[in-house]
């Protein structure tokens, strides 16, 4: 079994399409959310969420990577330095801790049919890796920690347990919450 991760350039874009997004529904979120506001999304995709997310590929720092498992796509992890997520940066619920530059995961999606076989963990050590590779000091995530399963419709979060996995530690706790759960603040310096 190899495994690869990769930024999500326009050549890869499909790949991404086809983990998060495989039937290509036109108002899904394509990890816009945090990245855009409405305004935005309209004038850089010209009406399509999907096209504004191909832009987003175009730039200096891809809006995330892809990995895959024997050369198929089976997993997505949002990644940005945390001032270049606007919606993140002017957050009053997940305020920075410090003046540190980290870079910050927001969405982790696991492609349907490859669930519970450690791509989790292989998309966020390849998501780290991207980031150490264009110098960040540390990478922060915001995911909460369920006593059980978890609401699938905010899973996009993640857990403490998939973040502790791949060298993360709790240093602090956000306002916000998803599935009623607090998010925690994970960090993990590089």
Not at 65 to 86: E, F, H, K, L, Q
Not at 97 to 116: E, F, Q
Request: with cysteine; aromatic share 6%.
């Amino acid at each position: 079994m190899t495994w690869e991760t990769h930024p999500v350039t326009p050549d890869r874009f499909d790949d991404f399409a086809d983990v998060i997004n495989p039937n290509r529904r036109t108002t899904h979120c394509w990890c816009l959310s945090h990245r855009l506001q409405a305004k935005q999304i309209e004038e850089l995709g010209r009406g399509s969420r999907e096209q504004a997310a191909r832009a987003l590929c175009e730039r200096k720092h891809p809006p995330g990577v892809v990995a895959y498992r024997d050369g198929t796509p089976v997993g997505w992890c949002s990644i940005n330095p945390r001032v270049d997520t606007p919606r993140l940066a002017r957050s009053k619920l997940i305020r920075p801790l410090d003046d540190l530059p980290v870079w910050s995961i927001i969405c982790v999606v696991v492609r349907a049919g490859h669930r519970k076989q450690g791509v989790a963990g292989r998309v966020i050590q390849g998501a780290v890796d991207y980031a150490a590779a264009n110098g960040a000091p540390a990478v922060e995530a915001y995911p909460v920690d369920p006593p059980g399963r978890m609401d699938l419709t905010m899973a996009f979060v993640g857990t403490r347990k998939m973040f502790e996995a791949v060298g993360f530690e709790v240093v602090g706790q956000t306002d916000a919450v998803a599935s009623k759960m607090p998010r925690l603040i994970m960090r993990r310096y590089l």
